[in-house]
């Protein structure tokens, strides 16, 4: 999402069907007086409006916090550990964790390759800046709430604010700006799926086989292997060919080479595993494969670190200039970073629901603070370890891959566990985010979360098709991932949170011509942020 990961919870009815709930024990969960206590909060529900007080359910009504759940759009329900006012129950110790925990997500594969487009000195300076900016940008988000007067807005999320000041188009764009996130990262997971089962097979394959792969001009032969697959930058910018080469011409290698390619098969094998798992009612079986994007990232960490260790620092400052082996400090190519960046630090759409778990909510301008602050930091060291140990010479820094793995042999057994392991913490991901797209979407227009099952499996084939034609003609995460984080960025990061605010601000007297100044900057910066994509 950047994971593209998200987490969304919705307030709903405490009376939930039995399969739904996520707990161990096997006893009856739902009892004939919870059904009827349900009713009555339906029946109360429809008396008036949401912010109208008049008519509340009364204390008898209201069930005890012990038998109070909350839904999620995953299909699972959870069980309230806390007070039935909204206040939370987590330390801020865990609220930190768990919004690094959603920030992190596949951007960070394309961070080195960001900090190449950009330059070194300022992919650093960029990735500092956009980690502040966003940040006050989700504050912003986070505060936009607080200046409805008159309306209990408690239990709103951002879509709800954007409804409130924009009306309809409000609702339908929030809608439009969060497919193209949610889609977007179903698109960029489709890749990395083709590319880490390409590369699992492969490695199983020679090792059953013995092949041995030949050294070629645009790598290195040390005890850590790095290569370079696409030298000639054009094609780079277009990568689609297999970056294998091998000295063993048997009849089952060849074989095996036609039928296990990276972008003419493998992406087609995967639509027999993945689309039956789309059109599953629930989701909950795969909500419990979640925590696999924590020990993923922590082993990221760990790889890179090791890796560094081994290969050393190779830097050289040119300022203006690239030579044969390095490039510029500061390049025109940086607009491609800062896409990026727009959805690697992108939570703005469920910041309101991670914190309004958190125990103090007086602190949570300050946790949502420290938790960029990690997220930044964790960026800048893969982003700046394997740009700087990145070996050159004898190969030049612009090899460096969209995804940064690919810059490592199949052969290699520590990034064969990462690609094992991150093909399958992504297969139980991407239903997730097909089952948030179908929620939403078959939500918005027909009023239900499973309309028929037509409807549901012609959704699931054109999101399939959409990861297979990326996967086969431009398998560049990268850039895939800097078109959606700036197209959803422009909405959720820069234009409503900065509207709202100006508005807001408006209709009590308050607004400045410093405030007015530099929100139209934000917003102008996200625009320009969007039109660079296409120009770069």
């Not at 992190?104 to 650093?124: D, N, R």
């Not at 940008?137 to 607080?146: D, E, F, I, Q």
Request: net charge neutral; hydrophobic share 45%.
């Amino acid at each position: 999402m950047g994971l593209v990961k998200i987490i969304l919870f919705f307030c709903r009815p405490f009376h939930v069907e039995h399969r739904n709930i996520v707990e161990e024990d096997a006893q009856e969960r739902v009892s004939a007086e919870a059904s009827v206590m349900n009713s009555r909060l339906h029946y109360y529900s429809r008396l008036t409006g949401s912010s109208d007080r008049l008519l509340v359910p009364p204390d008898h009504v209201i069930p005890a916090p012990e038998e109070i759940y909350v839904y999620s759009p995953l299909g699972t329900a959870f069980k309230v550990q806390g007070n039935v006012d909204g206040s939370g129950t987590n330390p801020s110790i865990v609220t930190i964790f768990a919004i690094w925990n959603t920030m992190m997500g596949t951007s960070i594969l394309s961070i080195p390759w960001g900090l190449k487009q950009a330059g070194f000195t300022l992919g650093i300076l960029l990735i500092i800046s956009m980690g502040m900016l966003t940040l006050y940008c989700c504050y912003r988000v986070l505060k936009s709430r607080t200046s409805i007067s008159f309306i209990d807005t408690s239990d709103w999320e951002f879509p709800d604010v954007c409804k409130y000041y924009f009306g309809s188009f409000g609702r339908w764009s929030s809608l439009v700006f969060s497919m193209v996130s949610l889609i977007g990262a179903m698109v960029v997971y489709w890749v990395l799926m083709s590319n880490f089962m390409y590369n699992t097979g492969r490695f199983i394959f020679n090792y059953a086989h013995n092949v041995s792969v030949a050294d070629s001009e645009f790598e290195t032969n040390g005890t850590e292997r790095v290569i370079c697959p696409y030298r000639d930058a054009e094609h780079h910018a277009n990568c689609s060919g297999d970056a294998f080469f091998s000295n063993d011409n048997s009849t089952v290698t060849v074989l095996f080479d036609k039928w296990w390619n990276k972008t003419n098969t493998v992406p087609f094998y995967l639509i027999f595993l993945l689309l039956p798992l789309l059109n599953f009612k629930s989701a909950s079986f795969f909500a419990r494969f979640t925590f696999l994007g924590t020990i993923s990232v922590i082993y990221l960490i760990i790889l890179v670190t090791l890796k560094a260790a081994h290969l050393g620092f190779h830097l050289e400052f040119h300022w203006s200039d690239s030579t044969q082996f390095f490039v510029p400090e500061f390049r025109l190519l940086f607009p491609q970073l800062t896409g990026v960046l727009t959805l690697a630090f992108f939570i703005h759409n469920c910041v309101i629901t991670l914190l309004r778990n958190n125990k103090n909510q007086e602190n949570n301008v300050r946790d949502l603070s420290i938790a960029y602050v990690l997220v930044g930091l964790t960026y800048l060291y893969v982003g700046i370890l394997i740009f700087a140990s990145f070996p050159s010479p004898p190969l030049s820094k612009e090899c460096i891959e969209p995804n940064f793995l690919d810059n490592f042999p199949s052969s290699d057994i520590m990034v064969f566990v990462a690609r094992a392991f991150l093909l399958f913490q992504m297969t139980t991901v991407y239903p997730l985010l097909g089952y948030l797209v179908r929620v939403q979407m078959m939500g918005q227009i027909f009023g239900k979360n499973y309309p028929s099952f037509f409807h549901v499996f012609a959704l699931n084939v054109m999101i399939v098709a959409a990861g297979v034609l990326m996967a086969k003609f431009y398998p560049n995460i990268g850039s895939i991932i800097r078109y959606s984080g700036a197209t959803c960025g422009l909405a959720y990061v820069f234009v409503f949170p900065s509207v709202i605010h100006m508005i807001s601000l408006h209709r009590s007297g308050k607004l400045r011509w410093p405030s007015a100044v530099f929100h139209s900057l934000l917003i102008l910066l996200g625009i320009a942020n969007l039109v660079a994509q296409f120009l770069m």
